[in-house]
T-cell receptor, first 113, second 113 residues
């Protein structure tokens, strides 16, 4: 099973809302990732967790707050977002942070009004 | 910093035509190379990958890619495309022993029936 699941599939929020995106995998992977993908653009790395510790934060604004409660779950907490944050948010996982294939979830389509 | 270039933004082919999509990267060290495909409305899927060994790698659905180290290239090929190959294709690179993947801008392939 190489499945990464993400919820919700779609999310519409106002600029004052607080919401969370959820990602889950049961492949025993120890590295998990958040990417942002704008329309007709490639995915851009936001955060990397390795063994439940944040190892990379690609200069992402603090209105995005990641959390890795356990090895199977990855959350992205959203607060005070801007309309330009509207995008597809992708989660991925890999065996670990070294040379290994990343498996992607279907993404959450976020619209900020 | 590493970067990935995909020269073709949009390729239009008729069914049964041969396909070659270019990918070049700039990174001084050893890299791992990937091609991902994103079908309309679907999530990113791995087509093939190169870590080491034979520079000609075969992937799913009849795709193959050749790593040419001297040219910093990893071009994707398929001898005969089908309408169902219509999708966005992303080349991606990460440095050896480090899974911080960078994607190219993507190439949109449209196959006419």
């Amino acid at each position: 099973d190489t499945e990464v699941t993400q919820t919700p599939k779609h999310l519409v929020m106002g600029m004052t809302n607080k919401k969370s995106l959820k990602c889950e995998q049961h492949m025993g992977h120890r590295a998990m990732y958040w990417y942002k993908q704008k329309a007709k653009k490639p995915p851009e790395l936001m955060f990397v967790y390795s063994y439940e510790k944040l190892s990379i934060n690609e200069s992402v604004p603090s209105r995005f707050s990641p959390e890795c409660p356990n090895s199977s779950l990855l959350n992205l907490h959203l607060h005070a977002l801007q309309p330009e944050d509207s995008a597809l948010y992708l989660c991925a996982s890999s065996q670990d942070r070294t040379e290994d294939t990343q498996y992607f979830g279907p993404g959450t389509r976020l619209t900020v009004l | 910093a590493q970067s990935v270039s995909q020269h073709n933004h949009h390729v239009i082919l008729s069914e049964a035509a041969s396909l070659e999509l270019g990918c070049n990267y700039s990174y001084g060290g050893t890299v791992n190379l990937f091609w991902y495909v994103q079908y309309p409305g679907q999530h990113l899927q791995l087509l093939l990958k190169y870590f080491s060994g034979d520079p000609l790698v075969k992937g799913i659905k009849g795709f193959e890619a050749e790593f040419i180290k001297s040219k910093f290239s990893f071009n994707l090929r398929k001898p005969s495309v089908q309408w169902s190959d219509t999708a966005e294709y992303f080349c991606a690179v990460n440095p050896y022993n480090n899974n911080d993947m960078r994607f190219g801008a993507g190439t949109r392939l449209t196959v006419k029936p």
